[in-house]
Nanobody, 126 residues
């Protein structure tokens, strides 16, 4: 078992930046895949994958965030990060940290992940 706690969300204007953090309760070396998902408030919006990183440091991004979001992990600090630049109103959502023991799959599916944080809200105003 591992508990995940996100932080770093907030309200920013379009074009701004944020860095989200996700602290794990135990060593992350054994977490083959960690990632960020987001869920918008609009009815019917599913939790969508934003970025993944495996234990080798290989990353994968949703097309909508490529070039603006950077995922990284520091196993010595047991922390996952998401650096976000050039925020857009469409990025407004609750952002969740997720982890799984096995490596990342080619696609981002929330159902593949068994460990989740409670989320941190990002709100972008135009």
């Amino acid at each position: 078992q591992v508990q995940l706690v996100e932080s770093g969300g907030g309200s920013v204007q379009a074009g701004g930046s944020l860095r989200l953090s996700c602290a794990a309760s135990r060593a992350t070396d054994g977490l083959g895949c960690m990632g960020w998902f987001r869920q918008r408030q609009a009815a019917g919006k599913e939790r969508e994958g934003v970025a993944l990183i495996d234990h080798y440091g290989r990353t994968r991004y949703a097309d909508s965030v490529k070039g603006r979001f950077t995922i990284s992990r520091d196993n010595t600090k047991r922390t996952l990060y998401l650096q976000i630049h050039r925020l857009e109103p469409e990025d407004t959502a609750m952002y969740y940290c997720a982890a799984r023991p096995r490596g990342c799959r080619e696609y981002m599916d929330a159902q593949d992940f068994g460990y989740w944080g409670q989320g941190t809200q990002v709100t972008v105003s135009s």
